[in-house]
């Protein structure tokens, strides 16, 4: 009769053990919530409403940085009618032209990578102007859920 005691006393324990480890989307979430907290204006007001499960993620060139980057720089330097009657519409020419083949070889060198775990996180936060509002976070990881390696917010 004491043994039978003995092994539910163990069972509880390894019960209580075990449910005080999170989870690895309770883990992704505190991740998330420490990494964007510090840009917010006013994060007293982040509310958490739901997550994704966690799935694997791969890098693509929608989220490569240097890709996007190389992009907004083609967008800024792009010429336009008006160029055609500056000093420099020659040289800007040459850089967009320029630009365009980076990106283009950037683009056919790119080969997606596992890089860790991705989610889709849902929450309510203080937008510019002072009104709460609805944002969905693009959110990825690294394998062993210890960073969070970059995110991309959207209103809705």
């Not at 005080?20 to 007001?45: H, Q, V, W, Y």
């Not at 993620?57 to 989220?63: D, E, G, K, T, V």
């Not at 996007?68 to 967009?96: G, H, P, Q, R, V």
Request: glycine share 2%; with cysteine; proline share 3%.
């Amino acid at each position: 009769m004491a043994i039978k005691t003995h092994h539910i006393l163990l069972v509880m324990l390894a019960l209580t053990l075990f449910s005080c480890t999170k989870s690895p989307e309770e883990k992704a979430r505190t991740l998330f919530e420490e990494s964007i907290k510090p840009r917010m204006g006013n994060p007293d007001l982040y509310e958490y409403m739901q997550m994704t499960d966690l799935d694997s993620a791969y890098s693509s060139l929608s989220i490569d940085r240097n890709y996007l980057a190389l992009k907004d720089s083609l967008k800024k330097n792009k010429t336009t009618i008006f160029d055609a009657f500056s000093k420099n519409y020659k040289a800007k020419k040459k850089k967009e032209k320029a630009l365009e083949q980076e990106i283009k070889d950037y683009e056919d060198s790119f080969v997606p990578q596992y890089i860790g775990w991705h989610s889709i996180i849902e929450f309510r936060a203080e937008n510019l102007f002072g009104g709460r509002q609805i944002y969905k976070a693009d959110v990825y990881f690294n394998d062993e859920l210890t960073k969070c390696l970059d995110w991309f917010v959207e209103a809705e």
